[in-house]
Nanobody, 113 residues
Framework: QVQLVESGGGLVQAGGSLRLSCAAS????????MEWYRQTPGKQRELVAG???????NYADSVKGRFTISRDNAKNTMYLQMNSLKPEDTAVYYC???????WGKGTLVTVSS
């Protein structure tokens, strides 16, 4: 079983930055693709970014050029650097393991205008 714990959320003004972290338990972390999702009330959870075990990345069009996903396999940790934040980035951000489908409990990001 894999446990995922997100941290780093908070309140920030538009144009600001936050860095999210996802700490994973277990030895499988380095062998799987990891992803960040986000969800706002009344909407489906959407994929924000993903990173393969080899470091290849993909991003939602809405965050390209502003967000950067990375991982440290030695620390079993994934990151999401979020710059130039917009009010529409406000959401609960979740860490997810691709394929074996584990989720963290999420961390709330609120961007004020």
């Amino acid at each position: 079983q894999v446990q995922l714990v997100e941290s780093g959320g908070g309140l920030v003004q538009a144009g600001g930055s936050l860095r999210l972290s996802c700490a994973a338990s277990g030895s499988i972390f380095g062998r799987i693709t990891m992803e960040w999702y986000r969800q706002t009330p009344g909407k489906q959870r959407e994929l924000v970014a993903g990173i393969t075990r080899g470091g290849s990345t993909n991003y939602a069009d809405s965050v390209k050029g502003r967000f950067t996903i990375s991982r440290d396999n030695a620390k079993n940790t994934m990151y999401l650097q979020m710059n130039s934040l917009k009010p529409e980035d406000t959401a609960v951000y979740y860490c997810h393991t691709n394929g074996i489908n584990y989720w963290g409990k999420g961390t709330l990001v609120t961007v004020s205008s």
